[in-house]
């Protein structure tokens, strides 16, 4: 059985941190691309990172210089760090796990940027 299991979320005002958590169990970790998606209600999920199994990192331009992707695999946890939040990054953030045959998805975690 495959578990993607998000932690993390919450409220927070505007220029403040957060930090989500993915914990995954049932696949190879360390030979795994992670990412985080989010999406606003109404509207198509968007990228926001991506973590290739060497470490290599992707962003989406909106959250560039803000939000950093890390993964420990001794943990088979990836983490994202968002810093100098946005009301415009409330959103449901999920968790993807890329095996060679399958993209798994978490079940969504909420983030609300707000004062």
């Known amino acids: 059985q495959v578990q993607l299991e998000e932690s993390g979320g919450g409220l927070v005002q505007p220029g403040g941190s957060l930090r989500l958590s993915c914990e995954v169990s049932g696949i190879i970790f360390s030979s795994t691309t992670m990412g985080w998606y989010r999406q606003v209600s109404g509207k198509q999920r968007e990228l926001v990172a991506k973590?290739?199994?060497?470490?290599?990192?992707n962003y989406g331009g909106s959250v560039k210089g803000r939000f950093s992707i890390s993964r420990d695999d001794a943990k088979n946890t990836v983490y994202l760090q968002m810093n100098s939040l946005k009301p415009e990054d409330t959103a449901v953030y999920y968790c993807?796990?890329?095996?060679?045959?399958?993209?798994?998805w978490g079940q969504g975690i909420q983030v609300t940027v707000s004062s």
């Open positions: 993807t796990a890329d095996t060679t045959d399958y993209r798994y």
């Open positions: 973590i290739l199994s060497g470490g290599t990192r």
